[in-house]
């Protein structure tokens, strides 16, 4: 049997039941965030997102420890050596190397404070500094403005498989009502003012949704899986089911923020080359009443 292109959960569960269980006081840490801290699911591993820009990214690794790895452009300033003070030894990338990222390893019990919300706000302090783009921003209001719910459940963001290095915004799980099989939305996020809001997004969804529909049995597994084990570690909410059901089928959706009358001007010729792609614009009006 040949690889599946796209696994993002972790195929033992006892590893999964492990990470629940250590990382418990993150996990309610970006629960209470409304969606500005996420948690997404990788191959036997997770990345924790702020606002957009992958924060961390930890993997289970030997001796039961956890292997987190850290952009060093968000490591700037005094950070770096208050988390190496709970860590197993000395992180590795120095300033010496090229390296992109900072590893540490890190045992269960020093998770809390490696990870407490004082170093968190310094990393995120770093990534809004190093790291803004106005899609970026756009893209977090759309994810704090939507939580899981019964009719559409944001389930991943920077999307790649094994089979395609190319990467589309979010990924969303979507609905007509509030029971029955989910079907995939792929959502890309563009403001106004974007060029490629004219033409070469629609190149780009399309391009997307023909790709999942080639690997729709791989995709559904994946997502399957990927949201039951979200909902064990608590990221949904009591009011969502343990487990789902997606259906063969995708669309695609364009959401354009800000810059609305550039905006309206490019709508126009995108659903004429794109007449199967949905395009939302939301406007800031202000109300003078």
């Known amino acids: 049997m040949s690889e599946p292109v796209i696994r993002r959960y972790f195929d033992d569960r006892a590893t999964l039941a492990r990470v629940t269980r250590d990382f418990g006081r993150l996990i309610r840490f970006i629960?209470?965030?409304?969606?500005?801290?996420?948690?997404?699911?990788?191959?036997?591993?997770?990345?924790?997102?702020?606002?957009?820009?992958?924060?961390?990214?930890?993997?289970?690794?030997?001796?039961?420890?956890?292997?987190?790895?850290?952009?060093?452009?968000?490591?700037?300033?005094?950070?770096?050596?208050?988390m190496s003070q709970h860590c197993d030894e000395q992180p590795y990338g120095g300033a010496d190397d090229g390296a992109s990222n900072i590893r540490f390893y890190v045992r269960p019990a020093q998770l809390p404070r490696f990870f407490q919300s004082n170093h968190l706000s310094a990393l995120a302090s770093n990534i809004a500094r190093v790291n803004y783009s106005e899609e970026l921003a756009f893209e977090q209001v759309l994810m704090t403005d939507n939580p899981a719910s019964e009719r559409l459940i944001v389930i991943d963001r920077q999307i790649a498989d094994h089979s395609w290095t190319r990467q589309l915004d979010l990924l969303a799980l979507a609905r007509d009502s509030d029971s029955g099989p989910f079907h995939f939305l792929v959502i890309e996020v563009k403001t106004g003012k974007n060029p490629e809001l004219r033409h070469k997004v629609g190149q780009q969804l399309t391009d997307y949704l023909d790709h999942i529909r080639e690997h729709f049995a791989d995709y559904i597994d994946c997502y399957k899986e990927n949201y039951r084990q979200k909902k064990l570690m608590g990221l949904f909410g009591d009011d969502l089911p343990a487990e789902i059901e997606i259906e063969s089928s995708v669309k695609g959706l364009v959401i354009s923020g800000g810059y609305s009358r550039r905006a309206e001007e490019a709508k126009a010729a995108l659903v004429c080359d794109y007449p199967d792609i949905r395009v939302q614009i939301i406007k800031n009006v202000i109300d003078p009443t």
Not at 41 to 63: E, H, K, M, T
């Open 31 to 82: 629960n209470a965030s409304h969606a500005e801290y996420t948690l997404q699911l990788r191959q036997n591993s997770f990345n924790v997102y702020y606002r957009g820009s992958s924060l961390a990214s930890v993997r289970p690794s030997g001796r039961g420890r956890y292997s987190v790895r850290i952009h060093r452009r968000f490591l700037q300033g005094t950070v770096k050596d208050k």
